[in-house]
Structure formats: structure tokens, C-alpha cells
């Protein structure tokens, strides 16, 4: 079980690695690019209008590009954290469906027997409750 999860864990930063990667690459060429097309259209706007409208448009051209970049960004960050979310829901879900878990939890319980094992259920349950309370978002109101 725990041998999954570690493979599951290098094969998705292996992957997250290259991207990574590719990613930064790509995005210096990028930058590269967008700077001569800047300089090209700075050099065009000064010879035909003047030096403050050729600074306007330069300016004009970065914070287009500024604002193409951060939405980009917020769009990339919202889908990881939608992925993140379903895959330690389903992890959690494959750990908690695995007969060895649940036999070893059925081995628990004779070991130690259901009356003495209540009061230790109890006591996680609430543990829980407040770990949940405590990650819960501040804009909802808690449960009473």
C-alpha cells in the first residue's frame, strides 16, 4: 500500500520535474520574443510619433502581456488545486478500501477488545472533529 503511494509520489514529481522544466524554457523564449517585438514597436512608435508615445506603447504592451501572464497563472493554480483535492480523496479512499487495513483494524479491535476500544474511538472522533473544524474556511460560519 505504502509502496503505491511512494511510486505514486516520484512518478508525479518525475513528471511535475519536466514540466517544470519545459515550462521554463519555453517561457524565456517567450520573454525573449515579446522583447524584441517590444523594441521593434518602440522603435517604430519613436521614429513615427515621438518619444512619449513610444514609452506609452511599450508600457501598454507589458501590462498586457502582465495581465495575460496572471490569469494564466490564477486559471493553472485553480485546476491544480481542484486535482490536488480529488487525488488525496481518492488516496484516501484506496487506503481506507484495502482489506489488509481493514483486517489489521479487525485484529485491533480483538486484541483489545470493543469495550476498551470505545472510549479510545471517542476521543479520535473528537480529535478529528476539531482537526476539521480547525481547516474549515473562515468565510462559513461554524456548526453548532
Same mark, same amino acid.
Given at each position: 500500500?505504502?509502496?503505491?503511494?511512494?511510486?505514486?509520489?516520484?512518478?508525479?514529481?518525475?513528471?511535475?520535474?519536466?514540466?517544470?522544466?519545459?515550462?521554463?524554457?519555453?517561457?524565456?523564449?517567450?520573454?525573449?520574443?515579446?522583447?524584441?517585438?517590444?523594441?521593434?514597436?518602440?522603435?517604430?512608435?519613436?521614429?513615427?510619433?515621438?518619444? =512619449? #508615445?513610444?514609452?506609452?506603447?511599450?508600457?501598454?504592451?507589458? @501590462?498586457?502581456?502582465? %495581465?495575460?501572464?496572471?490569469? $494564466?497563472? *490564477?486559471?493553472?493554480?485553480?485546476?491544480?488545486?481542484?486535482?490536488?483535492?480529488?487525488?488525496?480523496?481518492?488516496?484516501?479512499?484506496?487506503?481506507?478500501?484495502?482489506?489488509?487495513?481493514?483486517?489489521?483494524? =479487525? #485484529?485491533?479491535?480483538?486484541?483489545?477488545?470493543?469495550?476498551? @476500544?470505545?472510549?479510545? %474511538?471517542?476521543?479520535?472522533? $473528537?480529535? *478529528?472533529?476539531?482537526?476539521?473544524?480547525?481547516?474549515?474556511?473562515?468565510?462559513?460560519?461554524?456548526?453548532?
Amino acid at each position: 500500500m505504502f509502496a503505491r503511494m511512494i511510486d505514486d509520489f516520484k512518478e508525479s514529481t518525475r513528471s511535475a520535474l519536466r514540466l517544470t522544466s519545459l515550462a521554463v524554457a519555453t517561457g524565456v523564449a517567450v520573454f525573449i520574443t515579446i522583447s524584441f517585438l517590444c523594441a521593434a514597436a518602440f522603435i517604430y512608435v519613436l521614429q513615427s510619433y515621438g518619444p =512619449i #508615445q513610444a514609452c506609452l506603447t511599450g508600457a501598454g504592451i507589458f @501590462l498586457l502581456v502582465a %495581465l495575460i501572464a496572471a490569469s $494564466l497563472y *490564477l486559471a493553472r493554480k485553480n485546476t491544480v488545486r481542484a486535482r490536488t483535492e480529488e487525488t488525496a480523496k481518492s488516496a484516501v479512499h484506496t487506503a481506507l478500501a484495502d482489506p489488509m487495513l481493514v483486517a489489521a483494524g =479487525i #485484529q485491533v479491535i480483538r486484541a483489545i477488545g470493543i469495550k476498551k @476500544l470505545i472510549p479510545i %474511538l471517542a476521543v479520535g472522533g $473528537l480529535a *478529528l472533529g476539531l482537526l476539521a473544524s480547525r481547516n474549515a474556511p473562515a468565510d462559513e460560519a461554524p456548526a453548532e
